[in-house]
């Protein structure tokens, strides 16, 4: 039987920083990917400059499909837009990224096979007995990074409950650069009201928009119409291919490692709920049990004893950011006309959210910062509409 350290499933943006950073740390690492890579993988493809920074080498010049510097917000005839000093967000095309995180974790040492499912593992004394489609491996740590539908995450979590997942529809619009730019401005746009607990967006990308929508599995029947019609409202062609994925929006009432294994990224529920944004967290995530794991070789102890300074490290670094998010979020969109709008009504308050974006704040220092002030913005608004 081959064996390793640590086996890692999944080479999205988790599972190749987790295999990086073990294979840094000389630990013997194989990360499994079920696809034959490039795969595609369905997503809107903006990665903050707060991702960027988890990364510990630049991203080529020629992944970067655009650089954005703003944001344009709606809500019914509510419109406004900021630009930052500095780009918040590079954006890519995700199985082009996500094949380069992979040769990365190749090149620190990590053995990348692609085209191979994992099927199970099985913990024992000693370590874990990992099954694939093709092979019987043993290892010491297994580490999850296989996305929302996460078949590692069984040896950890519960599965997540339907009010923690929102179903999108996205499309790929082909365009010309210089149209996009005429367009959207190097800005992504966001609108929100459509549906009630999510919005639509706009990324400009090289030569084509990436379009989609996004909301709660109950507003799901309808979401093919809305999705028309807001491409229709922004002079798109509405007859594009439309496919459907799911982001994870966790509460996280559970742990997110066990005996001799650990979930990242998705199959954690690491993602923004108000921005959607998973990147970012799945790559630090990554890094994270990577630092477990290597905690374990040298303590010598690869139980959960020490796999707990996984969770540790991520509720101090953004597990309580992400709780922050999610409560802002469900008051936000409970009470559209009067957080929503005079969110999106108010340039400082938009350009302030660009510091977390680009990592200069958190999430739970913004919502301080905004929920103490709102008292006077919900003012300047109604005096303001009364004045005009
Ligand atoms: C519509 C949409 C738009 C989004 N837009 C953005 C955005 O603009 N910016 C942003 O930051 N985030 C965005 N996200 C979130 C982001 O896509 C995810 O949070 C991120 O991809 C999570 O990375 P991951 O590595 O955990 O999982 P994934 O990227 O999903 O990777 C999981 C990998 O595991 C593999 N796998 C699955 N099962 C197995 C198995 N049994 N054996 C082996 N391999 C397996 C899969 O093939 C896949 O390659 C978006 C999500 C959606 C749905």
Known sequence: ???????????????????????KGNLKTLLLEKEKMP???????????????????????????????????????????????SPVAVMVTRNKFD????????????EVRDGEEYLSATAEKDGVIVKTARETYACRIVIGADGIHSRVAKLVRAPFKQKEIRFCLIAEIPMQKERISELLHDRVVIWYGFIDMGYAWLFPKGDYISAGIGGTFEQARNLKE?????????????????????IPLSEFGYNVYSERAMITGD?????DAFSGEGIRFAIASGRMAAESALECRKKNDFSKNILKSYEERARKEFIGDLKCSARMTNLSFSHPRL?????????????????????????????DWFK?????????????RRKN
């Not at 039987?1 to 943006?13: L, N, R």
């Not at 080498?57 to 000093?85: H, I, Q, Y």
């Not at 957080?339 to 340039?347: P, R, S």
């Open 39 to 85: 795969r595609e993988k369905r997503c809107a493809g903006g990665v903050s400059k707060a991702a960027l920074d988890e990364l510990d080498f630049a991203l080529p010049e020629e992944l970067v499909e655009r650089r954005c510097w703003g944001m344009s917000l709606s809500l019914g005839k509510l419109r406004n837009e900021a630009t930052n000093d």
């Open 372 to 384: 103490l002030r709102l008292p006077y913005f919900l003012l300047k608004r109604i005096f303001s």
């Open 339 to 367: 957080i929503l709008a005079t969110a999106i009504g108010n340039k400082d308050v938009l350009k302030k959210y660009f510091g977390t974006m680009t990592g200069e704040i958190s999430f739970r220092e913004y919502s």
């Open 99 to 110: 094949s380069f995180l992979a040769e990365k974790a190749r090149e620190a040492g990590a």
């Open 226 to 246: 809305k999705f028309g019609e807001f491409l229709t409202r922004n002079n798109l062609p509405a007859d594009v291919k439309m496919k459907g994925c799911l």
């Open 1 to 23: 039987m081959i064996k390793f350290d640590v086996i890692v499933v999944g080479a999205g943006p988790a599972g190749s920083s987790a295999a990086r950073f073990c294979a």
């Open 267 to 271: 199959a954690a529920g690491f993602a």
